[in-house]
């Protein structure tokens, strides 16, 4: 008769396998130095028995919590799951952070921390009291905030920033969004549009002046006007109201880039509200590319944001950091790319392609 799985424990598999406690140990805590046939025999008996390792045991044989805990911003994540507008930014961060950890024998926690002041060293000191994490991933506005930075610094546990070249402490990953910026700048250039316009996000938030210094850099580059910017907050009435300031002018843009996916909605709303046909009268792109702007019609051209991929690596790197091996340079560089739709076409007074 098959063991049943919760009586199995680790003296099962040393057992099974032939092996030692520490060895067993070693192999579920994914350690270095263990050979390689050493962890098939140890894991071909993990199989066969139905072992599933405990995390509280794994806490209880050494310093680590084989935790990861990560940070979003709670006023915004609430709105955005309350508008059910179709974001899937802590989709991809969940999935990209749980399944790294999976492979490690770790568990990611998800918790809402706020951007006030009088709120985020409370908040923050009970989250780690409470869980002990072996690392933290914060997620934008919170990677560039000195008050949680300084926190963790103090409490020795390191950190992961998303979205952030500060490499003055932790381990800041970005996604290229100056370079992404750029390339949706160049693209519509290259369809013969001078006229470009750029909706930016909050000052809060250090990607959003990124991606503007891609357009803006893009732009100067290529001898065009660099007039035709506004600032929205990464919501959708934000965006509105941006759409309107832009394509009120007298010299409208002939494509604007919206610098995510909710700006980029309202400004094609905006502009059907005008009599402006997307792409025939304007072009335009967004970034995040979160599954809504496949539906929208015209489906938006868009930057993909490799949220997922960039978290996962975070986990990893926090994992190695915790067991003192190197790290890579940083900050490190996962690089998005665009994603062509049905937004984007030659100005009407421009030749088309080919």
Known sequence: MARRRQSVTIKHVAADSGVSLQTV??????E????????????????KLGYVPSIAAQRM?????YLILALNDRARTIEAWTARE??????????????????????LIFE????RDDTIERELNAAIAALQPDGVILTPPHSDNPMITGLLEREGIPFARIGSRN???????????????????????????????????PREYAVSDRRKAGWLATMEEAGLATDLCERGDFTYPSGEAAARRLLAQPDRPTAIIASNDQMALATNAVAREMGLGVPDDLSLISFDNSPVVRFVQPSLTAVDQPVAETVSQAVELLIKAN?????????VVVEGRLIERDSVAAPASAPADG
């Open 167 to 201: 490499t003055a402490g932790g381990i800041s990953l970005t996604m290229g969004d100056t370079r992404m910026a750029a390339l949706a700048t160049r693209h519509l250039i290259g369809k013969g549009h001078k006229r470009i316009g750029f909706i930016a996000g």
């Open 86 to 107: 179709g974001s899937d930014w802590v989709d991809q961060m969940l999935m990209g952070g749980m399944l790294k950890c999976a492979e490690y024998g770790y568990r």
């Open 323 to 331: 067991r003192g091996e190197d790290l890579p340079d940083m900050p």
């Open 112 to 115: 809402l921390i706020d951007t």
């Open 32 to 47: 270095p130095n263990v050979r390689p046939e050493m962890k098939r025999r140890v894991q071909a008996s993990i199989d």
């Open 25 to 30: 140990s070693r192999v579920i805590n994914n």
């Open 61 to 65: 044989s050494g310093s680590k919590s």
